[in-house]
């Protein structure tokens, strides 16, 4: 059974940082290519950054670009997600996924992964 756990989430004010890491486990991780999403009340799912198989190649949104940064390690396991120079419109539920999106073609879409977590809430206060 695949497991994607978030963490890592909390209250920081603006300007402020986090650090999210997603644990997986029940597949093969290094096969997958990895992302974050978020949600913000009364809004949709958003794509915020995603990362290769082996972490040479990444995507961001442009709404995080320069702000935030995803990284992996797959002797853990584990995709992070460290967010500097928060800002209110950061706040929402992260998510992580995992699956056979490919970036450059479909990465941005929430129907080229197969895998998700739960989310960690993320709350910038301004």
């Known amino acids: 059974q695949v497991q994607l756990v978030e963490s890592g989430g909390g209250l920081v004010q603006a300007g402020g940082s986090l650090r999210l890491s997603c644990a997986a486990s029940?597949?093969?991780?290094?096969?997958?290519?990895m992302g974050w999403f978020r949600q913000a009340p009364g809004k949709e799912r958003e794509f915020v950054a995603a990362?290769?198989?082996?972490?040479?190649?990444?995507a961001y949104s442009d709404s995080v670009k320069g702000r935030f940064t995803i990284s992996r390690d797959n002797a853990k396991n584990t995709v992070y997600l460290q967010m500097n120079s928060l800002e209110a419109d950061d706040t929402a539920v992260y998510h992580c996924?995992?699956?056979?999106?490919?970036?450059?073609?479909?990465?941005?879409?929430?129907?080229?992964?197969?895998?998700w977590g739960q989310g960690t809430q993320v709350t910038v206060s301004s």
């Open positions: 996924a995992g699956g056979g999106a490919l970036i450059g073609v479909n990465h941005r879409l929430g129907s080229s992964y197969d895998y």
């Open positions: 029940g597949l093969t991780f290094s096969r997958n290519v």
């Open positions: 990362i290769s198989w082996g972490g040479s190649t990444t």
